[in-house]
């Protein structure tokens, strides 16, 4: 079992940053590939992002491709998502997940998702 919760989210004027963090539970953190994926009101659920289980392997949606950066540290149980250049339709809930499956979150069917936190970009 593992439990995600999300932090970081929050307000922020176009072209404005923010960094993400999912804090991990439990003691096998390393063994998880972990992701982003984000929600909009009236839309599906997005994939963003995917980091494998020791950070040697990333992925991203052309959406975020050269703004949005996943990365890990695996002594902190703890997953970021680095956001730069936001623009207005990045607002969205962003939710951490975490898989035994990198391609498991590539390709949405995750086994674990956190609660998901608010990001509003302004214009």
């Known amino acids: 079992q593992v439990q995600l919760v999300e932090s970081g989210g929050g307000l922020v004027q176009a072209g404005g940053s923010l960094r993400l963090s999912c804090a991990a539970s439990?003691?096998?953190?390393?063994?998880?590939?972990m992701g982003w994926f984000r929600q909009a009101p009236g839309k599906e659920r997005e994939f963003l992002a995917a980091?494998?289980?020791?950070?040697?392997?990333?992925y991203y949606a052309d959406s975020v491709k050269g703004r949005f950066t996943i990365s890990r540290d695996n002594a902190k149980n703890t997953v970021y998502l680095q956001m730069n250049s936001l623009k207005p339709e990045d607002t969205a809930v962003y939710y951490c997940?975490?898989?035994?499956?990198?391609?498991?979150?590539?390709?949405?069917?995750?086994?674990?998702w956190g609660q998901g936190t608010q990001v509003t970009v302004s214009s």
């Open positions: 997940v975490a898989d035994l499956a990198l391609e498991s979150i590539v390709t949405g069917t995750v086994t674990y």
């Open positions: 439990g003691r096998t953190f390393s063994s998880y590939a």
């Open positions: 980091i494998s289980n020791r950070g040697f392997r990333t």
